[in-house]
């Protein structure tokens, strides 16, 4: 198995269209043999939408991970300390987000966990889903690119005739993109096609 006895910590962002594609994600990556940890942003711990409540996508992602969630900042701080992951992965990665991990912004359990998780030299994997990343966010978007230890799930424009700034990552990538980074390789092409 790619992942066996691996710790992978799945950040989740508030791209709320995007959730249904991630879980089948987490049960290739236990299928693998990791050990998944659910990170939440506040947003995606707490907004209902049109995608569904915020209480059943907690408890969806709670069962499918089998560990207990972590959703605040206190909660994330330890990851560094304690050293216990071998890989973040932040699917779906929002334009928000992007841009505040591109700035040292760390105001929320996502980016405290990246942070914690950076300062250990592991890989943080981003899967990127955002309506701006070819327009405000490109510079944030170039920046990671350029960081040692951030790796990117191979992206291409969602819609580019109705939304042609928007990119969102390949899904179906995540695992091997994670399998990558943690030999320190970029899966290749990083544009999907």
Known sequence: MKLDGRKI???IT???????????????LKKEGAEVFIILSDSAKNTDTRYGTAQDWFEKFKNISENEIIS????AE????QNYLDCIAIAPCTGNTLGKLANGITDGPV????????RNMKPLVIAISTN??????????????NIKNIYFVPFSQDDPIKKPNSLVANMNLLLDTIAASLEGRQIQPILDR
């Open 72 to 75: 605040s900042i206190t909660e």
């Open 111 to 118: 980016l405290m966990a990246s942070k914690a998780h950076l």
């Open 14 to 28: 508030g791209s709320h269209c995007t959730f249904e594609k991630v879980i089948p994600q987490i049960e290739r």
């Open 78 to 81: 330890p990851i560094g300390p």
């Open 9 to 11: 910590g799945l950040a």
């Open 132 to 145: 701006d990343g070819l327009s405000n966010n490109a510079k944030n978007l170039g920046l990671l690119l």
